[in-house]
């Protein structure tokens, strides 16, 4: 299958700092996607990312298709207590899902 | 209440012991997908449904089926499970096989012992 890398694979922060994980992948995709899981809980999808160099950003939360289809970046400003939790990339083939490893978030209040 | 639904949340089975594990969703979606989540691997698609009696394999579809005779209902099949599909699985829907807004099940562990 595709593999999707993503880094850090875990992110200690102050509050009120800001955050950058990315994903790159051996494979191009159409569709990059950012999706946050809470602990005991399905993820939930964040941002949706159609076009190649496409920025797009949904409050707090912005994200980047990158240029060469392989990769794609999320930053968080101002980070929160509620921003707790697992991040992850996917891409979208067709009618295919493909997921990074995540990012592991902690807010220190 | 809009919402995707799983049972069971916990199961513990033994290795062979045939099993299904029931996924519905209350939003006339047609796309539905089932997927495993690993430390350490992320999620890792198993099978996806674009329609009532259109399945197709995902990523990891070995040692699973699945089947789609109603548009609401999705069940995931673990003829003769083994330790290795230990794991937390989920299952997700979206409107068509176009959107990219799935929306995913609370989850179901599995553990086989």
């Known amino acids: 299958g595709q593999q999707l890398n993503q880094s850090p694979q875990s992110m200690f922060i102050q509050e009120g700092e800001d955050v950058s994980m990315n994903c790159t992948s051996s494979?191009?995709?159409?569709?990059w996607l950012w999706y946050k899981q809470d602990p005991g809980e399905g993820p939930v999808l964040l941002i949706a990312?159609?076009?190649?160099?496409e920025l797009t950003s949904n409050g707090r939360l912005t994200a980047q298709f990158g240029i060469t289809r392989k990769d794609s970046f999320l930053n968080i400003s101002a980070s929160i207590p509620s921003d707790v939790g697992i991040y992850f990339c996917a891409g979208r083939t067709g009618n295919q899902f493909y997921f990074g490893t995540g990012t592991s978030l902690t807010v220190i209040p | 209440e809009a919402q995707v639904t799983q049972n069971p949340r916990y199961l513990i089975t033994v290795t062979g012991k045939k099993l299904t594990v029931t996924c519905s969703q209350n939003m006339n979606h047609e796309y539905m997908s089932w997927y495993r989540q690993d430390p350490g691997l992320g999620l890792r698609q198993i099978y996806y449904?674009?329609?009532?009696?259109?399945?197709d394999k995902g990523d990891v579809p070995e040692g699973y089926k699945v089947s789609r005779k109603e548009k609401r209902n999705f069940p995931l099949i673990l003829e003769s499970p083994s330790p290795n599909q230990t794991s937390l699985y989920f299952c997700a829907s979206s409107l068509s096989s176009g959107g990219n807004e799935q929306f995913f099940g609370p989850g179901t562990r599995l553990t086989v012992l």
């Open positions: 449904s674009m329609n009532v009696e259109v399945t």
């Open positions: 494979s191009i995709f159409n569709t």
């Open positions: 990312l159609y076009k190649a160099g």
